[in-house]
């Protein structure tokens, strides 16, 4: 398996605790939307210290993007790339991931479990395939959205909100059950269903798909 020594070319902050990274991009390197890899920080006593993060990027961009949510009440890898600077180095290693586009269906993400979903919608987007595919994003505040408006571009009013944390939020509220499942989403055969996000939200939601009639070989999620 490869390594790769890449540079910080840009960092942008998307909310209060999620940065995109955009990287240097080896001659070569290839991935499918939906894929990730185990990422270093090139600083002191770190640079063994790998993570798994999905590339968010096209694979036919010249260059390598990550979007990151750094969990700063931990002394980790995600609390030290929040503090990385453009010109900072990070180690890569090849693709590999078991989420991908199998058809039209519906993603289900919550908080920074969207990320595996980026490339495939923005993939989808650019070849005009979006269809009848919806997002549903669980997250604990409005300011929590990540890339609200370019997902609302790609699907419109597929795209649904709901927000657990915040009284005065515009969008559902609560948590996603089997029933909020139920009332959103019109059959449960015939279709995909893309899931990713916590531990307790994978639990819940994919417990609800299958007693609503989910066809086990329709989830897709990262095994």
């Known amino acids: 398996m490869a390594n790769y020594r890449l540079k910080i070319l840009e960092k942008e902050p998307l909310t209060h605790d999620v940065n995109r990274f955009k990287l240097e991009k080896p001659r070569g390197f ?9 990422v270093s920080l090139l600083k002191a006593g770190w640079e063994a210290e ?3 993060f999905t590339f968010t990027n096209l694979p036919s961009d010249d260059y390598l993007e990550f979007i990151i949510k750094s969990y700063k009440g931990h002394e980790g890898v995600t609390k030290r790339l929040g503090n990385a600077e453009v010109g900072d180095e990070v180690e890569i290693g090849d693709a590999w991931g078991t989420i991908s586009f199998k058809g039209e269906g519906v993603f289900i993400a919550g908080g920074a479990g969207i990320t595996p979903f980026i490339a495939i919608l923005r993939h989808l987007r650019k ?14 505040t409005n300011d929590d959205i990540i890339l609200y408006e370019e997902l609302k ?7 649904i909100n709901i927000i657990s944390d915040q009284k005065d939020t515009a969008y559902d509220k609560g948590l996603i059950n089997k ?43 990262e095994k």
């Open 179 to 221: 029933e909020y499942l139920k009332n959103k989403i019109g059959h449960f055969d015939h279709q995909h269903f893309y899931v990713c996000g916590p531990g307790g939200f994978m639990k819940a939601v994919m417990g609800g798909l299958k007693e609503l009639g989910a066809e086990p070989d329709a989830l897709v999620f």
């Open 30 to 38: 290839q991935f499918n939307p939906g894929q990730a890899t185990e």
């Open 50 to 52: 790998k993570r798994p």
């Open 153 to 159: 571009a790609i699907l419109g009013h597929k795209f």
């Open 127 to 140: 070849k005009n395939k979006i269809g009848n595919s919806m997002l549903v994003f669980a997250n604990k």
